[in-house]
């Protein structure tokens, strides 16, 4: 496998995790069977994704790269779907969060 086939299943990982998140938020602690199901279903997946660019990428790189995407985009998804508008406080450290995935990726691989 590729690096470039590598990002792809991370991005594939990536989305599968915030899939996850959102079932999981609207399963209601756990109380709705279908948004349960799917939020084990994708979050299997994703982790499978996971295991997948790890042949290529260390796990470090990857971990970090997957939790920092995952959670910008979660945040994304939150303003969107569940109108959950952050403050300036939570703008900032997720700016500090792309940097940090921006140089885990760009200057840690070295």
Do not use: D, H
């Not at 470090?60 to 995407?69: K, R």
């Amino acid at each position: 496998m590729s690096f470039a086939t590598s990002y792809l299943f991370l991005g594939i990982a990536v989305f599968l995790g915030v899939t996850s998140n959102s079932f999981a938020k609207s399963a209601e602690g756990f109380t709705l069977l279908f948004p349960s199901i799917m939020t084990a279903f994708t979050i299997v997946l994703c982790m499978y994704a996971l295991s997948l660019v790890m042949k290529n990428i260390p796990m470090g790189i990857t971990y970090a790269s997957f939790a920092g995407l995952t959670i910008i985009a979660t945040v994304v998804v939150g303003i969107i779907r569940f109108n959950q508008v952050p403050n300036l406080y939570s703008l900032i450290g997720l700016a500090f969060i792309i940097i940090g995935v921006l140089m885990v990726n760009l200057l840690g691989n070295n």
